[in-house]
């Protein structure tokens, strides 16, 4: 349920066990095929389909879509915030929950660039709440990894960013917002070698850490986003909802 639409007798009323979940998300670029909204309505819409599917046994706080972009400033309408303004905002929304006495937070991300940070912020709330709280922090393409590399046709080259998973569930969530005819022709991708190069279905051993502009080659677009279809952005959604639905389950028994 949505933590924003009920009133504070209804949260009142909430078994403090119920998991709280908080998708942190970006406004920016993401090629000339699709919105700067595009991470932001990805996470929420996953929140929706989980709210579908779990009701009132999990809530969904506000997304935070601004982030952590300096990376992609390069591009034209594209917004971001310090890594220290972003933990301290992050910080305030999930403190406040824990003072209510809520005891399960998921941190769950839909832009890379806030996964350093991210792991900071679940770090710092588990070493000062962990005793009494479960603090956990995953990025979607993470929670469904091994299923959703069956469903890539691109493979991990193919799946950065503005790509083939993004543009496929964009066409499912918002297809009124995707100008399919504007995407690149081919892959987008400077390349630099396995052990440097990862997308959102392949992880690298190195991080390297370029500009959007560089690693896209100026497109802004990494990956290949010719194959997508609303089809495969079902497939995507449906394996990440189950991860998602069974990590939201599983948190009142960790130990």
Same mark, same amino acid.
């Given at each position: 349920?949505?933590?924003?639409?009920?009133?504070?007798?209804?949260?009142?009323?909430?078994?403090?066990?119920?998991? $709280?979940?908080?998708?942190?998300?970006?406004?920016?670029?993401?090629?000339?095929?699709?919105? $700067?909204? =595009?991470?932001?309505?990805? @996470? +929420?819409?996953?929140? !929706?389909?989980?709210?579908?599917?779990?009701?009132?046994?999990?809530?969904?706080?506000?997304? =935070?879509?601004?982030?952590?972009?300096?990376?992609?400033?390069?591009?034209?309408?594209?917004? #971001?915030? #310090?890594?220290?303004?972003?933990?301290? /905002?992050?910080?305030?929304?999930?403190?406040?929950?824990?003072?209510?006495?809520? !005891?399960?937070?998921?941190?769950?991300?839909?832009?890379?660039?806030?996964?350093?940070?991210? &792991?900071?912020?679940? +770090?710092?709330?588990?070493?000062? /709440? @962990?005793?009494?709280?479960?603090?956990?922090? #995953?990025?979607?393409?993470?929670?469904? *990894?091994?299923?959703? #590399?069956?469903? %890539?046709?691109?493979?991990?080259?193919?799946?950065?960013?503005?790509?083939?998973? +993004?543009?496929?569930?964009?066409?499912?969530?918002?297809?009124? !917002?995707? &100008?399919?005819?504007? $995407?690149?022709?081919?892959?987008?991708?400077?390349? $630099?070698? +396995?052990? /440097?190069?990862?997308?959102? %279905?392949?992880?690298?051993?190195?991080? /390297?850490?370029? %500009?959007?502009?560089?690693?896209?080659?100026?497109?802004?677009? =990494?990956?290949?986003?010719?194959?997508?279809?609303? !089809?495969? *952005?079902?497939?995507?959604?449906?394996?990440?909802?189950? %991860?998602?639905?069974?990590?939201?389950?599983?948190?009142?028994?960790?130990?």
């Amino acid at each position: 349920m949505n933590w924003e639409d009920l009133s504070t007798v209804d949260l009142d009323n909430f078994d403090r066990e119920t998991p $709280v979940v908080l998708n942190v998300a970006a406004i920016e670029q993401h090629g000339p095929h699709l919105p $700067v909204s =595009v991470d932001a309505d990805i @996470g +929420e819409f996953f929140l !929706k389909e989980l709210n579908k599917r779990l009701g009132d046994q999990v809530l969904t706080l506000p997304c =935070v879509k601004v982030g952590c972009s300096d990376h992609h400033m390069d591009f034209a309408g594209s917004l #971001t915030v #310090t890594h220290e303004a972003f933990m301290n /905002y992050v910080l305030g929304i999930l403190e406040s929950v824990l003072h209510h006495g809520f !005891k399960n937070i998921l941190i769950l991300n839909s832009h890379g660039g806030n996964n350093a940070i991210g &792991k900071v912020i679940a +770090e710092k709330l588990g070493a000062k /709440y @962990g005793k009494s709280a479960r603090i956990l922090f #995953t990025a979607w393409w993470r929670a469904a *990894g091994e299923q959703l #590399t069956s469903i %890539s046709d691109t493979g991990k080259l193919g799946t950065g960013h503005a790509c083939e998973f +993004e543009t496929s569930v964009m066409l499912l969530a918002q297809p009124q !917002k995707i &100008k399919m005819e504007r $995407v690149p022709k081919g892959l987008q991708f400077e390349q $630099v070698g +396995e052990h /440097y190069d990862a997308g959102l %279905s392949g992880g690298n051993s190195v991080d /390297y850490i370029r %500009s959007m502009k560089r690693i896209s080659g100026g497109s802004g677009v =990494v990956g290949d986003a010719n194959t997508a279809s609303a !089809k495969k *952005g079902q497939m995507i959604t449906d394996v990440v909802i189950n %991860s998602l639905s069974k990590i939201v389950t599983e948190m009142r028994e960790l130990p």
